[in-house]
């Protein structure tokens, strides 16, 4: 079933809604309409994010592998900021928000961390990469000898 997935459109479809979100907070809004959906689609995105990365850590040779999970940090930060600018008491909605801020901190210390466990995921195969790139003092002499 993981084949099917298409990871690169998935992160793509969420960091639009991260942005549409941002947008959405920097207008003044009627909070009746609006706000229990952001709150959905601010809790869908967290649940999203960490589903996502459970199934690239579970399948590290997929097909794009760092690209998606270049991708999908880029996209964790965008959330992260996100949901900073709330805590921050930045947007419209702020005084809506108030009674959920211990929640939004919880979930963007989590996303935090899964940022930097996708960062040292990057790392770790830029380095695998680089060495399979490399080539051993004994296959240049005999590539040299040919």
């Known amino acids: 079933m993981l084949h099917n997935i298409v990871f690169q ?11 549409l979100i941002k947008e959405g907070l920097m207008l003044d809004i009627t909070k009746d309409y609006f706000f229990d959906k952001t709150v959905d689609d601010l809790l869908f995105i967290d649940a999203t994010l960490i589903k996502i990365m459970e199934q690239l850590e579970s399948n590290p040779k997929i097909t794009g592998y760092v690209q998606i999970v270049h991708s999908l940090h880029s996209c964790q930060e965008r959330y992260i900021q996100l949901l900073d600018f ?5 947007c419209a909605m702020q005084e809506n928000f108030t009674p ?6 919880s979930i963007r210390n989590t996303q935090s961390n899964q940022a930097q466990e996708t960062k040292n995921s990057i790392q770790k195969s830029d380095k695998n990469r680089d060495s399979r790139d490399m080539v051993s003092q004994n296959e240049l002499s005999q ?4």
Not at 9 to 19: F, H, K, P, V
């Open 86 to 90: 709330i805590l921050k008491n930045k």
């Open 100 to 105: 959920l801020l211990a929640k939004l901190q």
């Open 143 to 146: 590539l040299l000898n040919f």
């Open 9 to 19: 459109d998935n992160i793509y479809q969420l960091a639009r809604t991260i942005d």
